[in-house]
């Protein structure tokens, strides 16, 4: 069992940067793969950045490569989203999850809470 919990999020002006993390339980947090999905109102979840267990592998959406960072700590159990140059379509609830690959989908077993990102123009 793996217990996700996001914080970060916030209210930020177009431009800006924000920086999201995944804290996580369990003494086996380095053998799973952490994805970083979002949900904007009225949209599907949508897959964001993923990173595999090891840290060495990476992943973006194509929408945020080269704004979006994804990095882990396996020593604290944390992941964290570094998110620059925010656009207002950036704007959705953003949720980490927990699971045994990479996925570009939802298809992940561990979910946190979710933590509200709103970009204003």
């Known amino acids: 069992q793996v217990q996700l919990v996001e914080s970060g999020g916030g209210l930020v002006q177009a431009g800006g940067s924000l920086r999201l993390s995944c804290a996580a339980s369990g003494r086996t947090f380095s053998r799973y793969a952490v994805g970083w999905l979002r949900q904007a109102p009225g949209k599907q979840r949508e897959f964001v950045a993923a990173?595999?267990?090891?840290?060495?592998?990476?992943y973006y959406a194509d929408s945020v490569k080269g704004r979006f960072t994804v990095s882990r700590d396996n020593a604290k159990n944390t992941v964290h989203l570094q998110m620059n140059s925010l656009k207002p379509e950036d704007t959705a609830v953003y949720y980490c999850a927990a699971g045994p690959g990479v996925v570009f989908n939802t298809n992940y077993n561990y979910w946190g809470q979710g933590t509200q990102v709103t970009v204003s123009s």
């Open positions: 990173i595999s267990g090891s840290g060495s592998s990476t």
